[in-house]
C-alpha cells in the first residue's frame, strides 16, 4: 500500500486547509484510515480516523472543527481543518491499519505534508 498526503500550506489563523491522502490498491473501501501529526519537538500524536464502515474518531483537541471523510471511488481520504489555530502547525500524515488512535496500530504512512498556521 502506497499513501501520498498533500494539500498542506502556510494558513492564518482561523483559516481552513483540506488535506488528501491518496492511497493505492483495489480494496481502499476495505481501509482504515487516519490522520496523525507531529509538530517539532513533540512526538506524533493523532488526530482523526475513519473505519472502512464509515465511522470516525477525532481527538479532544480538533473535534468539533476537523472533519475526516473518504471517497472511496477515488482510493482517497480527506481532512477537512478549519478554525485553525497556531497550535495546529505540524507535519500531517496520513496512515492505514487497525482502527485506533495509536500509532503502532498503523502498518503503512505517507510521507507527510507541512502544515503552518501563522499570521
Known amino acids: 500500500v502506497q499513501l501520498q498526503a498533500s494539500g498542506g500550506g502556510l494558513v492564518q489563523p482561523g483559516g481552513s486547509l483540506k488535506l488528501s491522502c491518496a492511497a493505492s490498491?483495489?480494496?481502499?473501501?476495505?481501509?482504515?484510515m487516519a490522520w496523525f501529526r507531529q509538530a517539532p519537538g513533540k512526538e506524533r500524536e493523532f488526530v482523526a480516523a475513519?473505519?472502512?464502515?464509515?465511522?470516525?474518531y477525532y481527538a479532544d483537541s480538533v473535534k468539533g472543527r476537523f472533519t475526516i471523510s473518504r471517497d472511496n471511488a477515488k482510493n482517497t481520504v480527506y481532512l477537512q481543518m478549519n478554525g485553525l489555530k497556531p497550535e495546529d502547525t505540524a507535519v500531517y500524515y496520513c496512515a492505514t491499519g487497525q482502527y485506533s488512535t495509536v500509532s503502532s496500530d498503523y502498518n503503512y504512512w505517507g510521507q507527510g505534508t507541512q502544515v503552518t498556521v501563522s499570521s
Open positions: 490498491g483495489r480494496t481502499f473501501s476495505l481501509y482504515n
Open positions: 475513519i473505519s472502512s464502515g464509515g465511522s470516525t
